[in-house]
């Protein structure tokens, strides 16, 4: 992503003087409708709702200002904060699973093996399905195969479904957020892997290196930028886990599983809608800081992008 | 990996047979086996929930319940098919997804190639470089953020429509498509449009019949991953949508959430054939869809 040299080749001069001098008006009618559009549904929304987090608004009629009212009531609201620990808790053990299941993968489908092209493109299927049938595929998964399997062979633990589990719950969250999103970082390994020069394994093997020492001095070093691109959009989009957690237990049991936006969500039914708002200026601040940590985390042990 | 390597180099490869470059394929068919049989095992935790679909789809009600999801249908039972389409109005489930789906591309694909290509050419140029920064920044912002905003936005403008829905996946998917375009476009040489313009060709005209042609691979890349986020998409249609007879496909099934219980064997057909469109079509298209999927994944 480099900016390409400009030609400073004397047969260019008139793309030269034009891009250094004032830019055609085309150039405008070309990217002006993209901001104006992306300013009304995107911006004008966002500053809309960080404006309203200062109110005590509940969705029509009148409004007035509370200043930091809402953002103090949301460290004293247990709720939120059972909402935030849960999502948290989640999307660190989901990019965990998925990542090194992932790598693990495209380590394997890296190798010589038998039907690599037609292994892989069964692995990468679940990311041309939806999460919300995928979840209700689960859901009957867990609360009838997965019993009934249980019964048969005496696992008591798992005799009930473990969706209606508060304490098991979030792993079933878990394991269908990783299934479906494995495939991404999969592709994303499988580019990095071929990206490292073949003679390096072939000059440590004769060092004596094994598997391990390569997949730890060559493998793991060489890839770390698409290991941190995979986190990076891993923990964002397990972040804000929604249409899984709808299709496999709806929050529940009580609120056992309830992520950041459900309860964001439920300000709209609920009547808490400037308190709701404030929910999501502060989970828009944490998705942030937590992205930029990642990055400057990466950046002081010199990992290459 | 340094000189040292050679020298020791004999003694470690010493009980392979020599010429062990052409026994290679040899070697790596013995070792390859396990791995094969390995992964393949993996693969089942794909196909295993697709399979269950398949089979739960063709059961009668009286075996769907009985929580074997394994087990083949006995007797066959095709007739939850009408049953799901009729419950779910799939044909028109179906065609506003389409349509959405369709929608949503076609805006990403306008919207963010001609923003990219003025951001590209005009990078020196301060207004162009900060449009380019303050339309990347939403990449950082997920909707649940401005989720209420919308829903209140769209209502006001009349756009609680899968109309409004297309437009705002649309905008969400417009950073990520500027910032492919943008990688791709910097790798194309200026003087392929120089020596057009010399000919007296617009940038209106450069833009359409010599940077949009060159675009074709990242076009693909950007639309399909365009596509599976809209026509894959529950969250935003969900909320967005008022008008329960004009939902889309992945947000109809939840009716058969509401009505728990006996009707797994409709519920199960209706999902397939949800999921069956994207999977067939991605099937014949793998290579190509794998292929563009790679390439944005790397090129971000």
């Known amino acids: 992503m480099t900016t390409t040299t400009a030609p400073t080749t004397p047969a260019a001069p008139v793309g030269r003087r034009r891009r250094h001098g004032r830019p055609e008006p085309i150039a405008y009618l070309f990217l002006v409708p993209a901001l104006l559009v992306f300013t009304a549904f995107v911006v004008v929304p966002a500053l809309v709702g960080i404006f309203y987090s200062f109110t005590d608004y509940v969705g029509f009629g ?61 692995f990468v299927i679940p990311m041309v399905v939806s999460g919300i049938v995928v979840a209700y595929v689960f859901n009957y998964l867990f609360s009838n195969t997965l019993p009934a399997f249980a019964t048969a062979v005496g696992l008591d633990p798992l005799s009930q479904s473990i969706l209606g589990n508060p304490d098991l719950a979030w792993l079933a969250i878990v394991v269908v957020s990783a299934w479906q999103t494995i495939p991404g970082a999969l592709l994303v390994y499988t580019a990095g892997l ?30 770390a930028g698409f290991v941190l691109i995979n986190t990076i959009l891993g923990i964002k989009g397990y972040l804000g886990v929604y249409d899984i957690i709808v299709g496999l237990t709806g929050g529940g049991p009580g609120n056992a599983t309830s992520s950041v936006a459900m309860t964001i969500f439920g300000g709209f039914t609920g009547g808490d809608y400037a308190y709701q708002m404030a929910n999501a200026t502060v989970f828009f601040v944490i998705t942030v800081l937590i992205s930029v940590l990642q990055l400057v985390v990466s950046r002081g042990r010199n990992i290459r992008l | 990996m340094t000189a040292t390597a050679t020298a020791v180099a004999p003694e470690r490869r010493a009980p392979a047979p020599s010429g062990d470059r052409r026994r290679r394929p040899d070697r790596t068919r013995r070792t390859g086996w396990p ?17 269950v679909t398949v089979t739960m789809a063709f059961k009668t009600s009286e075996q769907s319940v009985d929580g ?26 179906f065609g506003i997804s389409v349509g959405v789906a369709a929608l949503t591309v076609a805006l990403t694909l ?20 900060w449009s380019f920064v303050y339309l990347l920044a939403s990449m950082f912002l997920p909707f649940p953020v401005i989720a209420l905003t919308e829903i209140k936005l769209t209502a006001l403008t009349g756009l609680d429509n899968p109309l409004g829905v297309a437009i705002l996946h649309a905008m969400f998917q417009l950073a990520f498509s500027v910032l492919l375009f943008s990688a791709y476009l910097r790798s194309i040489p200026v003087e392929l449009e120089e020596s057009a313009r010399i000919d007296g060709a617009t940038t209106w005209q450069v833009f359409w019949r010599i940077i949009l042609p060159l675009l074709g691979p990242m076009i693909a890349t950007v639309g399909i991953f365009a596509f599976l986020a809209s026509w894959n998409d529950f969250m935003l249609p969900s909320m967005i949508v008022s008008d329960p007879t004009l939902q889309v496909l992945p947000v109809v099934q939840n009716i058969f959430q509401s009505q728990f219980g006996t009707n797994y064997n409709v519920a199960f057909a209706s999902y397939l054939m949800a999921m069956a469109p994207t999977i067939v079509v991605y099937l014949i298209a793998q290579r190509w869809v794998i292929s563009g999927i790679t390439q944005g994944a790397v090129k971000s």
């Open chain 2, 110 to 129: 306008l919207l963010s190639s001609l923003a990219s290509y003025a951001i590209v050419r005009y990078w020196s140029h301060r207004f162009f470089r």
């Open chain 1, 194 to 223: 071929t990206s490292i020069p073949h003679d390096l394994y072939e000059a440590s093997s004769l060092d004596g290196a094994g598997p391990w020492r390569q997949f730890r001095s060559i493998t793991l070093p060489l890839i």
């Open chain 1, 62 to 122: 009148n409004w007035s200002f509370l200043g930091l009212r809402n953002y103090t009531a949301l460290l004293g609201d247990p709720g939120i904060r059972e909402a935030y620990g849960f999502t948290l808790g989640f999307a660190v053990v989901t990019v965990v699973v998925a990542q090194v299941i992932a790598l693990v993968l495209a380590i394997g489908l890296s190798k010589r093996i038998r039907f690599a092209a037609g292994l892989r493109a069964i």
């Open chain 2, 35 to 51: 791995l094969t049989v390995a992964l393949a095992l993996c693969s089942l935790t794909v196909l295993a929930p697709l399979y």
């Open chain 2, 68 to 93: 074997n999801a394994f087990a083949l249908p006995a007797p066959f039972n095709p007739a939850s098919f009408a049953e799901a389409w009729q419950l779910t109005r799939f044909p028109v489930s």
